[in-house]
Nanobody
């Protein structure tokens, strides 16, 4: 499987951006697709994840209520709609896929074996 993220850019605080992640290959074997981000000088952190059937979603507390993760299996595409953006959301955003099904895997970076290239999101104050 290959993942290709896009949609990053520069936006003012309070604005919105939509990220996309196009997947190719045997995507049906992956249990969760997720978004992670890495801010300058910080470790990469989990942002959001969605199960294969879309029935289960998870968010980090700091984005819950502002970000929406979704997927379109017919298009093999993962999305992250980001609203109410804040300067602290500035980071490189990565999409990733995991086959693991153990409890908590969806938010663990180490559980994800396939990663897309990052896309930069910059929020100005």
């Amino acid at each position: 499987v290959q993942l290709q993220a896009s949609g990053g850019g520069l936006v003012q605080a309070g604005g919105s951006l939509s990220l996309s992640c196009a997947a190719s290959g045997r995507t049906f074997i992956y249990n969760y697709l997720g978004w992670f981000r890495q801010a300058p000088g910080k470790e990469r952190e989990f942002v959001a994840a969605i199960s294969w059937d879309g029935g289960s979603v998870k968010y980090i507390d700091s984005v819950r209520g502002r970000f929406i993760v979704s997927r379109d299996n017919a298009k093999n595409t993962l999305y992250l709609q980001m609203n109410g953006l804040k300067p602290e959301d500035t980071a490189v955003y990565y999409c990733a896929a995991t086959e693991h099904r153990y409890r908590g895997a969806e938010s663990q970076e180490s559980a994800y074996g396939v990663w897309g290239q990052g896309t930069q999101v910059t929020v100005s104050s």
